[in-house]
């Protein structure tokens, strides 16, 4: 069955550093999107992208957030500078007519 | 904007009992999954429902879109359906983004 694969799993970084987080979706899927869960907090929704641009974006989403698909596989989530309250775990997701795929996470940590 | 309430946050059952948790949603929407996030924190899809019920094994999930409200029951209930189960729903319009319940917490003792 198709899978959606994120890498690294873990990162720890320190505050103020980049961090690319990346993702490859299932290939035919259409729609792509980044959602983040802090420890104990409900899933929040980060960005979708579809036909190689952004087509929507939550307010936690702002300039120190990007988002590309480089080469027409990878998709990756890129935080500029981060802060200790980026610190959680982040999923990549790709949909179907038949529903989500969910990466399995990279559990992020900013020290 | 759609808020999504889960009850129970947390439920303990003894294996072999019927579980149900409920899902409530406040505006409309085209779909709701169902999704189950295990210790290790992935996050699989069990059902996607816009009506009705779907079965598969021993999971039902409804909706009733009138009410705005869905249930998911697990029938002869195992130790090893011990997760988080979400309910996430999509809005009428947009990116076809989720918006998240809180999650309940269910475990399930031998």
């Known amino acids: 069955e198709p899978e959606v694969t994120q890498t690294p799993s873990h990162q720890v970084t320190q505050m103020g550093q980049e961090v690319i987080l990346r993702c490859v979706p299932i290939?035919?899927?259409?729609?792509f999107y980044w959602y983040r869960q802090i420890l104990g907090q409900k899933v929040e929704f980060l960005v979708s992208f579809y036909n190689n641009e952004i087509s929507e974006k939550s307010e936690i989403f702002d300039d120190q957030f990007s988002v590309e698909r480089p080469d027409g596989s990878n998709f990756t989530l890129k935080i500029r500078s981060t802060k200790l309250e980026d610190s959680a775990m982040y999923f990549c997701?790709?949909?179907?007519?038949?529903?989500?795929?969910f990466g399995s996470g990279t559990r992020l940590t900013v020290v | 904007k759609n808020e999504v309430e889960q009850s129970p946050q947390n439920l303990t059952a003894q294996e072999g009992e019927f579980i149900t948790i409920n899902c409530s949603y406040s505006?409309?929407?085209?779909?709701l999954h169902w999704l189950q996030q295990h210790p290790g924190g992935g996050i699989v899809s069990l059902f996607m429902l816009s009506s009705g019920k779907k079965k598969h094994g021993r999971l039902i999930a409804t909706i009733n879109i009138q009410e705005k409200h869905s249930s998911l029951h697990i029938t002869a209930s195992h130790p090893r359906d011990s997760a988080v189960y979400i309910c996430a729903v999509i809005g009428i319009q947009g990116a076809q983004k989720l918006v998240f319940g809180q999650g309940t917490r269910l475990t399930i003792n031998p």
């Open positions: 997701a790709s949909t179907s007519l038949y529903g989500y795929t």
């Open positions: 505006v409309g929407i085209s779909a």
């Open positions: 290939s035919n899927h259409l729609y």
